[in-house]
């Protein structure tokens, strides 16, 4: 990207995530050059919208809020010797399928009933990133949604869970990335 920037991402508190793993392949992949992940520990099913658009949006500007008001030390002001700028990024994602909005699994019996519905037909990953400049307050948020056709899949299969693509995965990079310039060029103006 030729940024420097200090970036805070939210991670999800659930068990069936593995975060490190995404850290570290966001720091790979965008050239973070700080992160920080902190969990915003909202109640998610306590926002409810009708659209998916409508809901991940919600949900990820919720996020961010929350975050905001619980900051960690440090994690705020990243490298306060360096004029990078500090984003918090938070997204949301769920997927819809035969008109039903499905959002994260709670457990590992209803990701293999998602699994199942999924066979044979086509559903929509929606996902929603909100770029925060903690700095400024300036936000930049946007919408990627992924189509996914399923083939038949195989009951054998749906025991195993295979990664995806980032746009599947919930945090969409080519969209972080956009939103990412889109924020350090209006701190320019």
């Given at each position: 990207?030729?940024?420097?920037?200090?970036?805070?991402?939210?991670?999800?508190?659930?068990?069936?995530?593995?975060?490190?793993?995404?850290?570290?392949?966001?720091?790979?992949?965008?050239?973070?050059?700080?992160?920080?992940?902190?969990?915003?520990?909202?109640?998610?099913?306590?926002?409810?919208?009708?659209?998916?658009?409508?809901?991940?949006?919600?949900?990820?500007?919720?996020?961010?809020?929350a975050i905001k008001l619980n900051l960690r030390d440090g994690c705020a002001d990243g490298d306060s010797?360096?004029?990078?700028?500090?984003?918090?990024?938070?997204?949301?994602?769920?997927?819809?399928?035969?008109?039903?909005?499905?959002?994260?699994?709670?457990?590992?019996?209803?990701?293999?009933?998602?699994?199942?519905?999924?066979?044979?037909?086509?559903?929509?990953?929606?996902?929603?990133?909100?770029?925060?400049?903690?700095?400024?307050?300036?936000?930049?948020?946007?919408?990627?949604?992924?189509?996914?056709?399923?083939?038949?899949?195989?009951?054998?299969?749906?025991?195993?869970?295979?990664?995806?693509?980032?746009?599947?995965?919930?945090?969409?990079?080519?969209?972080?990335?956009?939103?990412?310039?889109?924020?350090?060029?209006?701190?320019?103006?």
């Amino acid at each position: 990207m030729g940024y420097e920037f200090t970036a805070m991402v939210e991670c999800h508190c659930r068990p069936l995530i593995k975060f490190p793993d995404l850290c570290c392949v966001l720091t790979d992949e965008v050239a973070i050059w700080f992160l920080c992940c902190q969990c915003a520990d909202i109640d998610e099913e306590a926002i409810r919208r009708e659209k998916p658009e409508e809901l991940v949006q919600a949900l990820a500007e919720a996020k961010a809020d929350a975050i905001k008001l619980n900051l960690r030390d440090g994690c705020a002001d990243g490298d306060s010797s360096s004029d990078r700028p500090t984003f918090l990024i938070t997204s949301d994602q769920v997927k819809v399928s035969k008109g039903m909005i499905r959002e994260r699994p709670r457990s590992a019996d209803e990701a293999r009933e998602f699994i199942k519905a999924y066979s044979g037909d086509r559903a929509f990953a929606v996902n929603y990133v909100l770029v925060t400049n903690l700095s400024t307050g300036v936000r930049k948020g946007g919408w990627d949604i992924a189509e996914i056709d399923f083939h038949h899949i195989p009951d054998e299969f749906v025991e195993e869970v295979v990664g995806t693509a980032d746009s599947v995965r919930g945090l969409p990079r080519e969209l972080m990335e956009k939103l990412i310039r889109e924020s350090i060029e209006a701190m320019s103006y």
